[in-house]
């Protein structure tokens, strides 16, 4: 009897067993025997210059046993922290060093100074807080428009006026002749807001010296272990196999915990001068300090019409705010990454955009969730909407005109879109979310004195992350298949969904099936995740390594049942003697006992191919004049990320993107006072993350049109619901605003800025 297809399957994840049973293992369970506590001193200052540190107090505090500073990190000759981001700007990128610990000047609040070990998490604390350190305060600048004026206080003296970078794409002049051909042109300025990833689980890591083998454990809350572990061995200038990485169970991690941060240097560090273990955890507090921000971008953008609302052309002029330094990937947020998703799903003949990278005296900037895709499809959508009240053509339509309706298509900044039913799934949207019966619900919210609005927008995310990706796939001696892959889970459900594929592919049980992932002694090769790769990259690889595995397995077969391996067939795990009246066959469990590792295999994927996830969203909300509170009251995404896994996970995913992008709409917003320097969200105090009471039932209703970009036909969605949301949510508030008259209002929707625009007051 054949086993039942797993791909396709809503089946529970695996892992959530242990972890609600609090098995779970994260940094902070890992038990590093002698292990010692490292706490970081950061700037309080965001601007200053270090006149002086003296550490002789802390340094003689009980149970201390050193205490780091920069001189400490120019006598071991570590190098700065990297940014490998490849950008092709106009001019080369500026990259200040970013030492471990700050030399001389310190550029942003919680900037790292010292470092402190000792025997206990308390010792270390308090040995932190004797250190003295002499301040110098300098003028700051957050804004990243304002870091780009001629009077803005100066940074770095390798980055005049500020600039790290300038970036251009598209064609120029083909957008300037479609806007003097144009009937109608629509621009706004716009806001896309600085957040914080905000994981549950705060970075931590263990770092472990082995002086017999002259070589480094680091056991972090990571997203891409190999790629960690290379920068880590550029500033430590040792090769990158004397530094073995592992990532247990992550809590999270949203694009923040691919990087490497100082903390993780300085642990190393310590634990290879004092021949014990560094155990360093961040407070929530401390998160919000040192861990990358993401978003913080200015836009002037324009949208180009004729007589008949058909797109001619867009652009953009954007000022990223990149912060104090540039992060590990953080210039490509803002360049490579929106400059594939540019103009969204429509059909645009000419599109342009231009960016200025600003530092300031602030958190620095990298891939948050999404990582440009949201920003750029903020820009088109927010146009859209604007041009469709210009025109007078309803905003169903207006779009309808110009979405991409055949296929391949390529668009105008080089990208080849393969499949989608972007207008079908618009009335989908239109037709599940009810915008028929809009008219009836906003008389009855009118009638109890609220303000009602509905907002419908679309999304195009390009997924791919790092191109190729490596697997593995290993029969072990209990029995279990081992899959090896170089992607990584740090919440998404791997342990269940790659079984899925693998268990329909080799006809093996589901449960007979284990991952191996994110550690750098297992996995030989990998980008980790970033990019809604996973499935995508993940996937073709692992099965380009199962066809290896059939392969192997269909020649020992052969030889072991004295048959040609054309004669060979297979199905639920054995080849069988096809035609043979004695039914002779042996299963690949079988085959693996019998020859030790003879049928394994792995593969390097050179998969470099792209894919679009995609869809329509529709949200309604409720706005109480009297207060300016906006509640989230209905919302409805119909969405496409191809062929589905698992359904049940694949929705779950987007729910979870969906609450991150509602919150950067209406709640979330990391605010620095503009005077001073200081971070004034710097706690959930004052950072507000969307509760389960901000949230309606969120409606996802998934289409699947498979991509041939990757066998499995997935998409990715991993990112979708932060890309998406954004736009949805403002829409519905600009709508309910407008018969106030108010055209424009900036993310996040707070109460105070809801009810100031509503009396003038903005």
Same mark, same amino acid.
């Not at 598209?170 to 600085?194: M, Q």
């Not at 697997?471 to 029995?479: I, K, N, S, T, Y």
């Not at 006072?673 to 209703?701: F, K």
């Given at each position: 009897?054949?086993?039942?297809?797993?791909?396709?399957?809503?089946?529970?994840?695996?892992?959530?067993?242990?972890?609600?049973?609090?098995?779970?293992?994260?940094?902070?369970?890992?038990?590093?025997?002698?292990?010692?506590?490292?706490?970081?001193?950061?700037?309080?200052?965001?601007?200053?210059?270090?006149?002086?540190?003296?550490?002789?107090?802390?340094?003689?505090?009980?149970?201390?046993?050193?205490?780091? /500073?920069?001189?400490?990190?120019?006598?071991?000759?570590?190098?700065?922290?990297?940014?490998?981001?490849?950008?092709?700007?106009?001019?080369?990128?500026?990259?200040?060093?970013?030492?471990?610990?700050?030399?001389?000047?310190?550029?942003?609040?919680?900037?790292?100074?010292?470092?402190?070990?000792?025997?206990?998490?308390?010792?270390?604390?308090?040995?932190?807080?004797?250190?003295?350190?002499?301040?110098?305060?300098?003028?700051?600048?957050?804004?990243?428009?304002?870091?780009?004026?001629?009077?803005?206080?100066?940074?770095?003296?390798?980055?005049?006026?500020?600039?790290?970078?300038?970036?251009?794409?598209?064609?120029?002049?083909?957008?300037?002749?479609?806007?003097?051909?144009?009937?109608? =042109?629509?621009?706004?300025?716009?806001?896309?807001?600085?957040?914080?990833?905000?994981?549950?689980?705060?970075?931590?890591?263990?770092?472990?010296?082995?002086?017999?083998?002259?070589?480094?454990?680091?056991?972090?809350?990571?997203?891409?272990?190999?790629?960690?572990?290379?920068?880590?061995?550029?500033?430590?200038?040792?090769?990158?196999?004397?530094?073995?990485?592992?990532?247990?169970?992550?809590?999270?991690?949203?694009?923040?915990?691919?990087?490497?941060?100082?903390?993780?240097? &300085?642990?190393?560090?310590?634990?290879?001068?004092?021949?014990?273990?560094?155990?360093?955890?961040?407070?929530?507090?401390?998160?919000?300090?040192?861990?990358?921000?993401?978003?913080?971008?200015?836009?002037?953008?324009?949208?180009?019409?004729?007589?008949?609302?058909?797109?001619?052309?867009?652009?953009?002029?954007?000022?990223?705010?990149?912060?104090?330094?540039?992060?590990?990937?953080?210039?490509?947020?803002?360049?490579?990454?929106?400059?594939?998703?540019?103009?969204?799903?429509?059909?645009?003949?000419?599109?342009?955009?231009?960016?200025?990278?600003?530092?300031?005296?602030?958190?620095?900037?990298?891939?948050? *969730?999404?990582?440009?895709?949201?920003?750029?499809?903020?820009?088109?959508?927010?146009?859209?909407?604007?041009?469709?009240?210009? /025109?007078?053509?309803?905003?169903?339509?207006?779009?309808?005109?110009?979405?991409?309706?055949?296929?391949?298509?390529?668009?105008?900044?080089?990208?080849?879109?393969?499949?989608?039913?972007? *207008?079908?799934?618009?009335?989908?949207?239109?037709?599940?979310?009810?915008?028929?019966?809009?008219?009836?619900?906003?008389?009855?919210?009118?009638?109890?004195?609220?303000?009602?609005?509905?907002?419908?927008?679309?999304?195009?995310?390009?997924?791919?992350?790092?191109?190729?990706?490596?697997?593995?796939?290993?029969?072990?001696?209990?029995?279990?298949?081992? &899959?090896?892959?170089?992607?990584?889970?740090?919440?998404?459900?791997?342990?269940?969904?790659?079984?899925?594929?693998?268990?329909?592919?080799?006809?093996?049980?589901?449960?007979?099936?284990?991952?191996?992932?994110?550690?750098?002694?297992?996995?030989?090769?990998?980008?980790?995740?970033?990019?809604?790769?996973?499935?995508?990259?993940?996937?073709?690889?692992?099965? *380009?390594?199962?066809?290896?595995?059939?392969?192997?397995?269909?020649?020992?077969?052969?030889?072991?049942?004295?048959?040609?391996?054309?004669?060979?067939?297979?199905?639920?795990?054995?080849?069988?003697?096809?035609?043979?009246?004695?039914?002779?066959?042996?299963?690949?469990?079988?085959?693996?006992?019998?020859?030790?590792?003879?049928?394994?295999?792995?593969?390097?994927?050179?998969?470099?191919?792209?894919?679009?996830?995609?869809?329509?969203?529709?949200?309604?909300?409720?706005?109480?004049?009297?207060?300016?509170?906006?509640?989230?009251?209905?919302?409805?995404? =119909?969405?496409?990320?191809?062929?589905?896994?698992?359904?049940?996970?694949?929705?779950?995913?987007?729910?979870?993107?969906?609450?991150?992008?509602?919150?950067?709409?209406?709640?979330?917003?990391?605010?620095?006072?503009?005077?001073?320097?200081?971070?004034?969200?710097?706690? &959930?105090?004052?950072?507000?993350?969307?509760?389960?009471?901000?949230?309606?039932?969120?409606?996802?209703?998934?289409?699947?049109?498979?991509?041939?970009?990757?066998?499995?036909?997935?998409?990715?969605?991993?990112?979708?619901?932060?890309?998406?949301?954004?736009?949805?949510?403002?829409?519905?508030?600009?709508?309910?605003?407008?018969?106030?008259?108010?055209?424009?209002?900036?993310?996040?929707?707070?109460?105070?800025?809801?009810?100031?625009?509503?009396?003038?007051?903005?």
């Amino acid at each position: 009897m054949t086993a039942p297809m797993q791909r396709g399957l809503s089946r529970r994840r695996v892992e959530d067993d242990r972890f609600l049973r609090g098995l779970g293992r994260f940094v902070e369970d890992i038990a590093a025997p002698g292990a010692l506590h490292g706490v970081m001193l950061r700037s309080p200052h965001a601007h200053a210059r270090i006149v002086a540190i003296d550490p002789t107090a802390a340094r003689a505090m009980p149970g201390v046993h050193a205490v780091l /500073t920069a001189t400490e990190l120019r006598a071991e000759g570590l190098h700065p922290l990297p940014c490998v981001a490849k950008v092709a700007t106009l001019a080369p990128l500026v990259i200040p060093p970013r030492p471990a610990l700050a030399e001389r000047v310190v550029r942003h609040v919680g900037d790292p100074v010292a470092f402190v070990v000792a025997e206990t998490l308390p010792q270390a604390r308090d040995a932190a807080e004797a250190i003295m350190v002499d301040y110098e305060t300098l003028p700051a600048v957050t804004d990243g428009a304002a870091a780009l004026r001629p009077d803005a206080p100066q940074i770095w003296d390798q980055a005049p006026g500020n600039l790290a970078f300038r970036f251009q794409k598209g064609d120029a002049a083909a957008v300037a002749a479609a806007f003097a051909r144009a009937v109608t =042109i629509v621009s706004l300025d716009l806001v896309n807001n600085r957040v914080t990833a905000a994981p549950i689980e705060p970075r931590a890591a263990v770092a472990t010296w082995h002086a017999e083998t002259q070589s480094f454990l680091l056991q972090v809350t990571g997203q891409g272990v190999h790629a960690m572990r290379d920068q880590l061995a550029t500033v430590f200038g040792i090769a990158p196999d004397r530094i073995r990485v592992v990532a247990p169970d992550v809590g999270g991690g949203f694009g923040a915990k691919n990087f490497i941060f100082p903390d993780y240097v &300085l642990a190393m560090l310590a634990a290879r001068r004092l021949g014990r273990p560094v155990l360093w955890v961040s407070e929530r507090t401390e998160d919000f300090l040192s861990t990358a921000h993401g978003r913080d971008n200015r836009t002037h953008a324009e949208l180009a019409l004729d007589s008949e609302g058909r797109f001619l052309a867009l652009r953009a002029e954007t000022v990223a705010n990149m912060g104090a330094y540039l992060s590990g990937s953080g210039p490509g947020s803002s360049t490579n990454s929106p400059g594939t998703a540019m103009g969204g799903l429509y059909d645009i003949p000419a599109v342009f955009m231009d960016v200025r990278g600003a530092f300031t005296n602030t958190v620095p900037i990298d891939a948050y *969730r999404g990582a440009g895709k949201p920003e750029a499809n903020y820009i088109i959508e927010r146009l859209v909407d604007l041009a469709a009240r210009r /025109t007078g053509i309803d905003a169903v339509e207006l779009r309808r005109r110009n979405l991409i309706a055949s296929f391949p298509h390529r668009t105008a900044m080089g990208m080849t879109i393969d499949c989608g039913e972007f *207008r079908a799934n618009l009335d989908r949207a239109a037709a599940a979310a009810d915008i028929a019966g809009f008219a009836a619900r906003r008389a009855a919210s009118e009638a109890r004195g609220m303000l009602r609005g509905l907002g419908l927008a679309c999304f195009m995310e390009t997924s791919r992350g790092a191109p190729g990706e490596w697997a593995a796939v290993r029969f072990e001696p209990d029995g279990k298949v081992a &899959l090896a892959l170089g992607t990584q889970s740090n919440g998404q459900g791997h342990e269940t969904s790659f079984p899925q594929v693998a268990a329909d592919l080799l006809g093996l049980p589901v449960e007979g099936f284990r991952l191996v992932q994110a550690d750098t002694r297992d996995v030989a090769r990998g980008h980790g995740h970033g990019g809604a790769r996973s499935l995508h990259m993940g996937g073709e690889a692992m099965v *380009r390594a199962i066809d290896a595995v059939l392969a192997k397995a269909r020649a020992l077969a052969a030889q072991m049942l004295q048959a040609p391996e054309a004669a060979l067939s297979f199905a639920d795990g054995r080849f069988s003697v096809a035609e043979d009246p004695a039914g002779r066959g042996v299963g690949l469990l079988d085959l693996a006992r019998e020859a030790p590792g003879a049928i394994d295999a792995e593969v390097d994927s050179d998969l470099d191919l792209v894919t679009f996830p995609n869809g329509c969203q529709v949200a309604e909300v409720e706005i109480d004049p009297e207060t300016g509170l906006v509640r989230l009251d209905r919302y409805t995404a =119909i969405d496409d990320y191809g062929r589905l896994v698992n359904p049940m996970l694949t929705i779950g995913q987007v729910q979870g993107g969906l609450a991150q992008g509602i919150g950067q709409a209406m709640l979330e917003e990391v605010a620095y006072d503009a005077e001073s320097g200081q971070i004034l969200t710097a706690s &959930l105090m004052d950072y507000c993350l969307p509760r389960a009471e901000d949230l309606p039932p969120l409606d996802v209703t998934c289409v699947e049109v498979p991509t041939t970009s990757n066998r499995l036909g997935a998409k990715g969605s991993g990112q979708a619901g932060c890309i998406g949301a954004p736009q949805t949510l403002m829409h519905a508030v600009l709508d309910a605003l407008a018969p106030l008259g108010i055209e424009a209002i900036d993310m996040p929707v707070t109460p105070n800025k809801v009810w100031a625009a509503i009396r003038g007051r903005a």
